[in-house]
């Protein structure tokens, strides 16, 4: 029997450079699994209990659709991982402009809010439910002219705290992971120089995220744990 069997866990931003890690995780450790991002086949991943759902969380309305059809595909919400966010930045504040800004907040801050407002009220009537979001390192150690994404990814960690805080009555856990620079394809593009084997691996992301879902995280709630590999 598999750790997470008959679990039903909904992950936004399902099918990319984390996402993917995050989703196999899932499913190989026995979930059914809701995959959600802007654009998503069912048959992205080889999987009977993956169900696919396309939804911009930008969208507070595209959000409560997501969590309604995910409701109508399984039975309930089990856990939220929210993997969903971008990356944008390179230049001081004064020259940081509002596109930039408003493109990090409605990435990394806007769609928590919105699908955390969907599956919230689900959660809290089933009396149990597990929230992990995929923050930053950034958002406790902000680096030089990433401002938009270094405030973003901090107000999702306050965002997720808030959300341990008001539903630990109801048997809800809300926790962050912060990894350092990851082994995507998008990183290794960008900085073809550096040694990827010393980044966070995205399948030690996953892992986490699983743990912080199975019986065994059923404990840890409001925490924001550093995933910072060898670059420490």
């Given at each position: 029997?598999?750790?997470?069997?008959?679990?039903?866990?909904?992950i936004?931003?399902?099918?990319?450079?984390l996402?993917t890690a995050v989703t196999?995780?899932?499913?190989?450790?026995?979930?059914?699994?809701a995959?959600s991002?802007?654009?998503?086949?069912?048959?992205?991943?080889?999987?009977?209990?993956f169900?696919a759902?396309?939804?911009?969380?930008t969208v507070?309305?595209?959000a409560r659709?997501?969590?309604?059809?995910?409701?109508r595909r399984?039975?309930r919400?089990?856990?939220?991982?929210?993997v969903?966010?971008?990356?944008?930045?390179?230049a001081p504040?004064p020259?940081t402009?509002?596109?930039?800004?408003?493109?990090m907040?409605?990435l990394n801050?806007?769609?928590?809010?919105n699908?955390?407002?969907?599956?919230?009220p689900?959660?809290?009537?089933?009396?149990?439910?597990?929230?992990v979001?995929?923050?930053?390192r950034?958002?406790?150690?902000?680096a030089?002219n990433?401002?938009a994404y270094?405030?973003?990814k901090?107000?999702?960690?306050?965002?997720?705290r808030?959300?341990?805080?008001?539903?630990?009555?109801?048997?809800?856990t809300?926790?962050?992971i912060?990894p350092?620079?990851?082994?995507?394809?998008?990183?290794r593009k960008?900085?073809p120089?550096a040694?990827p084997?010393k980044w966070v691996?995205t399948?030690?992301v996953?892992?986490?995220?699983?743990?912080?879902?199975?019986d065994?995280?059923?404990?840890?709630?409001?925490?924001?744990?550093?995933v910072?590999?060898?670059?420490?």
């Open positions: 029997m598999n750790e997470l069997d008959n679990r039903v866990v909904l936004t931003g399902a099918k990319g450079g996402g196999q995780a899932f499913l190989a450790a026995g979930a059914m699994v995959g991002s802007k654009s998503i086949r069912d048959s992205d991943f080889s999987s009977p209990r169900a759902i396309p939804a911009d969380l507070a309305e595209s659709q997501l969590v309604d059809a995910a409701m399984f039975p919400i089990d856990a939220l991982i929210h969903m966010g971008g990356f944008a930045g390179g504040i020259e402009g509002d596109e930039t800004w408003d493109l907040m409605n801050l806007r769609a928590a809010f699908v955390l407002r969907a599956v919230i689900q959660m809290r009537q089933a009396g149990r439910g597990r929230i979001a995929i923050s930053s950034q958002a406790v150690e902000p030089a990433l401002s270094n405030t973003s901090a107000a999702l960690v306050a965002l997720i808030t959300a341990a805080l008001e539903n630990a009555d109801a048997g809800i809300a926790n962050t912060l350092g620079t990851m082994n995507t394809e998008a990183n960008a900085n120089d040694d084997s691996q399948e030690h996953a892992r986490i995220a699983a743990f912080l879902v199975s065994a995280g059923a404990e840890i709630t409001g925490a924001a744990i550093p910072y590999g060898q670059s420490v």
